[in-house]
């Protein structure tokens, strides 16, 4: 099938080979005619010449003319004209020559003849045999030229005004086909309304959009108003009022109301066209479904949302990290100078024991400061494989004495368990908070708390309600840890901020729980799930990675008898807080040390030199301006490579000696 654009092509390829044919034909065609018209005309005005002076001859000898060669060759020879070659001849009225010229008969020639008459009676004719080969040969040759132009002609025509053509023919023709497409692969449904009328047409697209079948629709219009979603429905019945009247493009976007109770979202566009008075006639459209293309730009509202609290969450965190551990450096002032306060005084003195209760609530402080550290992910503790199942086993005697009476503990243990690699106490602490979750949910009324164990894939873990946010899973298998109870569950609008510090439903919650498991699961790769309905329970599933290593079998501690320690001698001790470094500072003395103080790592570098010999070992603070804790010890190492040095942090151990450092101190206290 020949597409629009090739009709196109070929006619007017038919059309530019016809004016050049034209062009080829009728210049060598005028020249031939104009020129063999000369030539006929010049020759007739010979023949009459020559036709009047032999009639002068017949009349003065009427009956002896005709035998007077030598007169009439004369007269035939008498010529105005003598570029073409031509033969005259004298014939009487029997076709017999009288006389005629000497040149030979040429080829190609025309024949041109004129009667002699005598007292009005026909005598003889004469003839003009003129040849026309040169005529011919000129003609043949403008023909050559003239075809020449005539191919020029269709080629120029045929290739520049042409190919623009057909690129608009082309561009138009795509249009045309996208257009079709569209309308054929169902994206656009068609109305058009008859405004004078009021009536509309759809095509079958338009009730697939508005989810109605062709039968149960009366009135198309009263259909179209009737589903546009209420909120949405006086908007746009403005917008398609001013289209009507032509007073602005109709445009605009609105929701649909589906008989079966969905939602979806469509674009409507309307072109106006006029009578010719100018006054409205019709209205033709097309709606387009975007209901897609509507959830793909709330589902990219809602990632820049997670985004953005991603980021603050991640500022906080830093800032709450920095307080937190600046909170414990005062703190560890607090209770080093009341556990020296407390030594000087008499045992059971009443100033002693208001100091030991100021000192236990320092240490609860303290806890808290740990208890936010471990949420913001910087306290994780040593891993090691550990078999969950056997963690869990640990944890049941602690578990069931502070859970109520009321409340019962159902386990599903597999032994032996899958392995983790995590701090058994960190995920002891994980199964603690859950489970006090849990039975805090339960309340003061009879309930069961079941905690089990299994292995999954990474398909097998919940999408809904998962923490932390964007967590995708990367490893092939998970270790599932999951705490169901019997609780009054959970409100939906809690959900969100379930794992925020110090949010709690309870009265009797520190709110730290769930955000000390979320931070916990967070540093060994993992997730949180949540799952629950308001009076019908909860379930809390953590999902950690399943390590290929085996766990080690847990020998039961034995006593040990800490090796005699001689006490004395001069410490250098580095930290950039005063108070606190007051505070170890008196301590130190107290046990029987030198002390020689040190604000920042470049100072202690410079008394080491000095006083090398009489330093016993030095106790470095890790976060200091200038040279922090770790270029402190790389320094020392320097100068003297075996050196004795106590590297000290408010930071876990194990967030502190992760990485890899040219040197490594003797001991870590944190």
């Known amino acids: 099938m020949i597409s629009s654009s090739d009709s196109i092509t070929r006619t007017s390829s038919v059309l530019t080979a016809i004016i050049s044919l034209i062009v080829a034909i009728s210049i060598p065609a005028g020249y031939f005619v104009i020129n063999y018209q000369h030539i006929g005309g010049s020759a007739k005005a010979e023949i009459a010449l020559s036709a009047r002076t032999i009639e002068g001859l017949v009349n003065n000898n009427p009956l002896s003319w005709q035998f007077e060669e030598i007169r009439l060759q004369e007269i035939l020879e008498r010529r105005l004209d003598l570029d073409n070659r031509e033969k005259r001849i004298i014939r009487d009225m029997q076709g017999q020559i009288i006389a005629q010229t000497s040149e030979p008969l040429p080829n190609y020639a025309v024949t041109f003849s004129q009667l002699i008459y005598d007292s009005g009676t026909q005598v003889a004719r004469v003839e003009v045999k003129r040849s026309i080969s040169p005529l011919i040969a000129r003609t043949a040759l403008i023909s050559v030229f003239s075809v020449l132009s005539g191919i020029i002609i269709f080629l120029l025509f045929r290739t520049f005004p042409l190919r623009a053509v057909r690129r608009a023919y082309h561009d138009l023709e795509e249009n045309e086909q996208r257009l079709t497409l569209a309308l054929k692969s169902g994206i656009f449904g068609v109305w058009d309304l008859d405004i004078k009328k009021n009536v509309m047409v759809w095509d079958d697209r338009m009730y697939e959009i508005y989810g109605v079948s062709r039968d149960s629709v009366k009135v198309v219009i009263d259909a179209w108003q009737n589903g546009i979603h209420l909120e949405d429905r006086d908007l746009a019945l403005e917008d398609f009022r001013n289209g009507v009247l032509g007073e602005k493009v109709y445009n605009t976007e609105f929701r649909i109301d589906h008989p079966d109770g969905k939602v979806r979202y469509t674009k409507a566009d309307g072109i106006l066209i006029r009578d010719t ?394």
């Open 277 to 670: 008075e100018g006054k409205p006639l019709r209205m033709i459209g097309l709606n387009c479904d975007i209901t897609e293309r509507k959830q793909m730009e709330a589902d990219k509202e809602k990632l820049e949302a997670q985004n953005l609290q991603l980021q603050k969450t991640e500022s906080l965190g830093r800032m709450a990290g920095a307080i937190a551990h600046h909170f414990n450096n005062q703190l560890g002032v607090v209770i080093g100078n009341l556990e020296m306060a407390i030594d000087v005084l008499p045992q059971g003195a009443e100033p002693a024991d208001i100091l030991t209760a100021s000192m236990q609530a320092a240490w609860k402080a303290a806890e808290m400061s740990g208890l936010m550290l471990t949420y913001l992910g910087q306290s994780s503790g040593e891993r090691e494989p550990l078999d969950i199942s056997e963690t869990c086993l640990r944890s049941l005697p602690v578990l069931q004495a502070v859970i109520p009476g009321k409340v019962a503990l159902e386990t599903a243990l597999p032994s032996p368990g899958p392995i983790i690699m995590a701090n058994a106490n960190r995920i002891q602490q994980v199964i603690s908070n859950l489970a006090t979750n849990a039975w805090e949910a339960i309340d003061k009324s009879q309930g069961v708390i079941h905690l089990n164990v299994k292995t999954v894939s990474p398909e097998e873990i919940p999408t809904a309600h998962r923490l932390p946010i964007g967590w995708q899973p990367q490893d092939s298998a998970y270790v599932c840890l999951e705490v169901t109870d019997t609780g009054s569950g959970i409100a939906a609008n809690d959900f969100d901020k379930l794992f925020d510090p110090f949010f709690s439903s309870k009265f009797i919650g520190r709110g730290l729980g769930l955000p000390v498991v979320l931070g916990i699961v967070k540093v060994y790769g993992g997730a949180v799930t949540v799952e629950s309905e308001p009076g019908r329970g909860s379930t809390f599933r953590v999902f950690l990675p399943l390590s290929a290593e085996e766990a080690a079998p847990r020998q039961p501690n034995e006593a040990s008898q800490a090796p005699e320690m001689e006490w004395g001698g001069t410490v250098l001790l580095v930290d950039d807080e005063e108070m606190l470094r007051a505070t170890a500072a008196a301590m130190l003395k107290s046990l029987g040390f030198l002390v020689l103080e040190a604000k920042d790592g470049v100072e202690a570098i410079e008394m080491f030199r000095e006083r090398r010999d009489e330093i016993r070992f030095a106790l470095c603070d890790l976060t200091m301006p200038r040279m922090n804790g770790w270029e402190t010890l790389t320094a020392l190492r320097k100068l003297a490579p075996d050196f004795p040095v106590i590297l000290a942090s408010g930071y876990d151990k194990a967030h502190v000696m992760s990485g890899d450092h040219p040197e490594w101190p003797q001991v870590f206290l944190g």
